[in-house]
């Protein structure tokens, strides 16, 4: 079982930068890929980012060049770097692990089974 914790979310300012963490626990974290989602307000739940075991990444189109997915696997940590912040961002950010994802260059398959319980991102315009 893994547990993810979230933290770094807060109030910024449009164009402001951002770097979201989530701490894993156990012992095999480098055999997870993890992946950032959000959920804005009155909103589904959108995939943001997503980095493999092999460190392969993906990101979503509206944030690609301006968000950055990395892991630290001595730290059990994933992170996102948001820079350019646009009030559109804002939401809540869920971290999420999966064990086998198929990442491909446009999408990737697979479920995330663990999740943490969201950090809240606010960008004020």
């Known amino acids: 079982q893994v547990q993810l914790v979230e933290s770094g979310g807060g109030l910024v300012q449009a164009g402001d930068s951002l770097r979201l963490s989530c701490a894993a626990s156990?012992?095999?974290?480098?055999?997870?890929?993890m992946g950032w989602f959000r959920q804005a307000p009155g909103k589904e739940r959108d995939f943001v980012a997503v980095?493999?075991?092999?460190?392969?990444?993906l990101y979503r189109g509206s944030v690609k060049g301006r968000f950055t997915i990395s892991r630290d696997n001595a730290k059990n940590t994933v992170y996102l770097e948001m820079n350019s912040l646009k009030h559109e961002d804002t939401a809540v950010y869920y971290c999420?692990?999966?064990?086998?994802?198929?990442?491909?260059?446009?999408?990737?398959?697979?479920?995330?089974?663990?999740w943490g319980q969201g950090t809240l991102v606010t960008v004020s315009s």
């Open positions: 156990g012992r095999t974290f480098s055999n997870y890929d």
């Open positions: 980095i493999g075991g092999n460190y392969a990444t």
């Open positions: 999420a692990a999966s064990r086998g994802l198929r990442i491909g260059t446009t999408g990737f398959s697979g479920n995330f089974d663990h």
